[in-house]
């Protein structure tokens, strides 16, 4: 092959004619004059009203994909070989306040014990997500995992707001707009519509 007879992969782009002649004429799908070319030429954007349209994600963060669920603060077994000795109970309150793990908005957040590291003492864990090699290394040792933090918590049982008092006279409801029967004194029954 000669220098003379390479040929290009991707031809020139056409140059956007502007004005009469070829596909684009005259202004060449740039928009017309009109309402664009006239002073005081201020238009609403559209597309405000749409944004303003969209509901905020509030709370999500950057991610409108970022999960709901709460994610567990994680800590490995070999940091509670070091924080505890042999024997001894591990509940989330007494990792609060051993100062392993830090409260959430002034609550217990939920907390995962990994199996990263060894362990050779004996554990009561009760309260807490584990995983499964932590639980076997755990037990291996003559550990012993009293509660584990349910997957699905249950929700209180909704209360039951006390109804307000009837008060007397006062028309109940799919009595508006029919007739009542009322006693006078003078001439005995008479109908009247409630309103």
């Given at each position: ?41 201020k238009r ?19 991610s409108?994909?970022?999960s ?52 050779t ?63 006078t ?11």
């Amino acid at each position: 092959m000669q220098t003379h007879q390479l040929q290009r992969n991707n031809p020139n782009m056409k140059r956007t004619i502007v004005a009469r002649g070829g596909k684009r004429g005259k202004t060449a799908g740039r928009g017309g004059k009109g309402q664009s070319a006239r002073a005081g030429n201020k238009r609403r954007p559209e597309w405000r009203d749409i944004i303003k349209r969209i509901p905020k994600l509030r709370g999500r963060g950057i991610s409108p994909q970022k999960s709901f669920q709460e994610r567990p603060v994680v800590l490995n077994i070999d940091v509670l070989e070091l924080a505890f000795g042999a024997n001894e109970a591990i509940t989330p309150t007494i990792l609060i306040e051993k100062g392993l793990v830090s409260t959430k908005s002034g609550n217990i957040p939920m907390i995962k014990i990994l199996g990263d590291g060894e362990v050779t003492k004996a554990f009561r864990l009760s309260g807490l997500y584990i995983s499964e090699s932590a639980k076997v290394k755990i037990e291996k040792v003559g550990g012993s995992i009293v509660a584990v933090v349910p997957k699905v918590i249950a929700m209180p049982a909704k209360i039951k707001k006390a109804k307000a008092p009837a008060l007397e006279g006062t028309p109940k409801r799919g009595e508006i707009g029919k007739e009542k029967e009322v006693k006078t004194e003078k001439k005995g029954k008479v109908k009247v519509s409630v309103n």
